[in-house]
């Protein structure tokens, strides 16, 4: 199982960016996807997870501001971010906890991780 991650960048507070991790593997089914977050000197943490009926879940700091959803005809986990401020400056990876592929589960996956940068 591979995540490919996109859609980072730099942009001014206030701002809107979308993130994009699309699972490949032959893949037949995915439990719950997400993203997680990691700050220069601080810790990695849960941003946002989506299980696979629907269900969300967002960290308190990004509430109201974040959303994420997926597309499971396409593997694909997207989080559509606005209101960006300076402290959601970090390394974004994306994440699935299990996939079924060739006919055994596995997991985690972990993305290779996209940029974003908040700074005016």
Not at 10 to 34: E, K, T, W
Not at 51 to 64: E, I, R
Not at 95 to 120: C, E, F, I, K, L
């Amino acid at each position: 199982v591979q995540l490919q991650a996109s859609g980072g960048g730099l942009v001014q507070p206030g701002g809107s960016l979308r993130l994009s991790c699309a699972a490949s593997g032959s893949i037949s089914s995915i439990n719950v996807m997400g993203w997680y977050r990691q700050a220069p000197g601080k810790q990695r943490e849960l941003v946002a997870t989506i299980a696979a009926g629907g269900s969300t879940n967002y960290a308190d700091s990004v509430k109201g501001r974040f959303t994420i959803s997926r597309d499971n005809a396409k593997n694909t986990v997207y989080l559509q971010m606005s209101s960006l401020k300076l402290e959601d400056t970090a390394v974004y990876y994306c994440y699935v906890d299990m996939a079924r592929h060739g006919g055994s589960w596995s997991g985690p996956h972990w993305g290779q991780g996209t940029q974003v940068t908040v700074s005016s």
